[in-house]
Each structure stands twice: as structure tokens, then as C-alpha cells.
T-cell receptor, first 113, second 114 residues
Framework: DQQVKQNSPSLSVQEGRISILNCDYT??????FLWYKKYPAEGPTFLIS?????DKNEDGRFTVFLNKSAKHLSLHIVPSQPGDSAVYFC????????????FGTGTRLKVLA | ETGVTQSPTHLIKTRGQQVTLRCSSQSGHNTVSWYQQALGQGPQFIFQYYREEENGRGNFPPRFSGLQFPNYSSELNVNALELDDSALYLCASFRGGGHTDTQYFGPGTRLTVL
């Protein structure tokens, strides 16, 4: 049972435009969400996070939105740059004492110059 | 760069063999999590070590085992390797015990089982 889903395997966006990556989850007990970016042959790099008590968190070009009623998370990148081309993973934390994170399957973003 | 290092970078083994992967956590971090990332999938939680004790385990069989040392570095051991164990193995470290929630990943070890 995939508790965290990224239904779009890939996304192409023109440079300078907005990239919107989506993530859905099923477990209403998740209390913390993160986005990671991954380049080939590297480990995932932390981008931005949001607590379940908030609905928005912003850091430079990156904004994460959380809609708890819809169990939906999105990452907005504005403006998109060619260097943003990578695989993006969303992850959700299970609040059970262990810092266990459930990851989605990833969305490959390609920013076209 | 996160300061989390893993060795080796790549490894090729045959079915039935045993393998040990290593991870050095970032300075100041006392917790290490191990993940398996199969091709086309997201990382899957294997287990976590906090202050040298296993502190949570995912849905992996007992032939996946680990250790954490006093300097908080960690090992992942896999016995009786199967073809499906071929994957990228990632470790992530953070300062557990109610501190920062963000895990920082190493570059991974690519394991191929033939």
C-alpha cells in the first residue's frame, strides 16, 4: 500500500515559468512533510519542509503548500531554472517515536531552456 | 554537500553472498536511517539507529541487519543476497531525540547482485 503517491512520473516546464509538483498521501497521522531533489549518482538533497500545523512554507524560489483536508502536498518552483532539472521526492513522517519517512516514487522535472 | 559519506560507491556480488555497507554520519548527528531505493521507486525505509540501538524497522527481512558505533557511524549488513536486493542503498543522518527533523542523505552505494 503506497501511502505517499506522486502520480506524475515526469514534468516538462519552460525556463522562467512555474513548476508545480504534486504529492498525495493517505495517512492522516503524518505530521511532517519534506521535499527532496535528487540528481543522478547523488543522494537526495533536502529542499523544503512543512509541519502539518501549517499550510504554506516558503524558501526563496520554493514554496510548499499543504492541504490537509485533501491530503495533498504541492511544491511550487518560481521561476524554474535549467539547474532545477532533477527527480523530486516528497516524503512524509510517521509520528511514532522513530523518525521514519515514507517516500513517494518521484517526479522527474525537466526545465527547458 | 551534506557531510554524510558512504562506502563503497559501487559493489557487485553474486546471489547468496553477504555484503557490508558503511555510512559516516554528519558531525553532530546521532541517528542514522538506512533506505533501499530500487530502480524507478522512492527510497524505502529499512531501519534506524539511535545512540547505537535499533530504533525502528521497516518491512525488511531479518537478513538485513545493522550496527551503529560509538562515533555514530553505521553499517548495513545483508546476508544471503537475492537478485531483488540490487538497488541503491542510502543512509541518512540527523540529530534525533527531539531535535531537527531533517534527514541528510549520503550519495548512496549501488549494489548489483548477479
Amino acid at each position: 500500500d503506497q501511502q505517499v503517491k506522486q502520480n506524475s512520473p515526469s514534468l516538462s516546464v519552460q525556463e522562467g515559468r512555474i513548476s508545480i509538483l504534486n504529492c498525495d498521501y493517505t495517512n492522516s497521522m503524518f505530521d511532517y512533510f519534506l521535499w527532496y531533489k535528487k540528481y543522478p549518482a547523488e543522494g537526495p538533497t533536502f529542499l523544503i519542509s512543512i509541519s502539518s500545523i501549517k499550510d504554506k512554507n516558503e524558501d526563496g524560489r520554493f514554496t510548499v503548500f499543504l492541504n490537509k483536508s485533501a491530503k495533498h502536498l504541492s511544491l511550487h518552483i518560481v521561476p524554474s531554472q535549467p539547474g532545477d532539472s532533477a527527480v523530486y521526492f516528497c516524503a512524509a513522517r510517521v509520528p511514532a517515536g522513530t523518525y521514519k519517512y515514507i517516500f513517494g516514487t518521484g517526479t522527474r522535472l525537466k526545465v527547458l531552456a | 554537500e551534506t557531510g554524510v559519506t558512504q562506502s563503497p560507491t559501487h559493489l557487485i556480488k553474486t546471489r547468496g553472498q553477504q555484503v557490508t555497507l558503511r555510512c559516516s554520519s554528519q558531525s553532530g548527528h546521532n541517528t542514522v536511517s538506512w533506505y533501499q531505493q530500487a530502480l524507478g521507486q522512492g527510497p524505502q525505509f529499512i531501519f534506524q539507529y539511535y545512540r547505537e540501538e535499533e530504533n525502528g524497522r521497516g518491512n525488511f527481512p531479518p537478513r538485513f541487519s545493522g550496527l551503529q558505533f560509538p562515533n555514530y557511524s553505521s553499517e548495513l549488513n545483508v546476508n544471503a543476497l537475492e537478485l531483488d536486493d540490487s538497488a541503491l542503498y542510502l543512509c541518512a543522518s540527523f540529530r534525533g531525540g527531539g531535535h531537527t527533523d531533517t534527514q541528510y542523505f549520503g550519495p548512496g552505494t549501488r549494489l548489483t547482485v548477479l
